[in-house]
């Protein structure tokens, strides 16, 4: 469905890296001509629209698929699923390919190049196959390895400079070096899936990584005298830990202790894969037999959860209703993820495309593209 010309859009919380106050909008032709706070102006054939928040739309680095699309399926169009995460708010995506046969990722990271140069997708994460066994949850046992520079080099080269983010399991022989190379490439090490004690993963921070992938899920749980990955993450503010809140991979009350301990490293991530937007049903993911059933994705033996069905816009919405200030969910979901990535942060200025999102009070999230809502 198509803009008007003029649109003004009005709501209790403009927000941006800028601001979040009561205000306005206006946009013409695709571009926001106009803002201000307080009481909007009413210009003569100006469409309105009234909603709770405004903001600029989400950038989400952890995300394999959607509408039966996965990214790392060689030869598959990704644009079905790139469509459906903007329309659910996540207008910058980079694609999490799983762990799958070298030569397989290889080949499927040459075919994604002209997708990032475009501006279609804004870089890849490997997620696998540097994975440990003991915490790899959906990735398929047989094809994960101990990384070799060598192999490490191959891919990155394979990709030809389009990967940004690399999970890996720093206890794993040769894991250290392998993330101090990806850092000397200008690539986001993360840590995850691992089974690491806390000094290993001290260790991995010293060596250059930054990012903890998804918190608590695919990694050694938090003891109170073997705080391992997730103590170092809480504890240590260079690292932003991704959090999928969707209530499902982490519970509301640990989503809450995040939001106290980490509010100013926290990054939302959707790891939506394949079956998002489809329903209940049987699908594969990454080689792997998946159920999902009450929008809930486990691998068919029950062994393990399987990505996510969620979306980042219905991360944010849930997180709103709970009761999270707007500016906080802005940085968690579209500045933070932005600035560890390297990327310009979406925002709400006057001259920029309008590339936005609004939040109603009842929950329903709407993307503007260019000054257009996209149909979700």
Known sequence: MSAPAGLLLTAAHVVDPDASAPGWLRVENGVIVDRGAGTAPNPEGAAIYETDVVMPGFVDIHVHGARGVDFAELGVDPQPAIDYHAAHGATTLVASIATG?????????????????????????????????????????????????????????????????????????????AIAALTRHGVVAAIGHTDADAATAQRAIDAGATVVTHLFNGMRPLHHRDPGPVGVALAHRQLAVELIADGIHVDDVVIDAVLRAADDSLILVSDGMAATGLGDGEYELAGSHVVVAGGIAELADGTSLAGSTATLGGIVARLRSRGVAPSRLLAAASSRPSAVLGLSAPSLRIGDVADLVTVAADRTLRTMKAGRWLAS
């Not at 990722?105 to 440990?132: K, N, Y």
């Not at 094809?143 to 070799?148: D, G, H, N, T, V």
Request: charged share 25%; net charge negative.
């Open 101 to 177: 046969p070298m030569e397989t990722t290889a080949a499927r990271l040459r075919e994604l190049q002209a997708l990032v140069r475009s501006g279609a997708l804004e870089g890849i994460h490997l997620e696998g196959p540097w994975l440990s066994p003991q915490r790899r949850g959906a990735h398929r046992l047989e094809l994960l390895r101990s990384p070799e520079l060598r192999e490490v080099e191959a891919l990155l080269e394979a990709a030809g400079g389009t990967v940004r983010m690399v999970t890996i399991a720093p206890e794993l022989p040769g894991a250290i070096e």
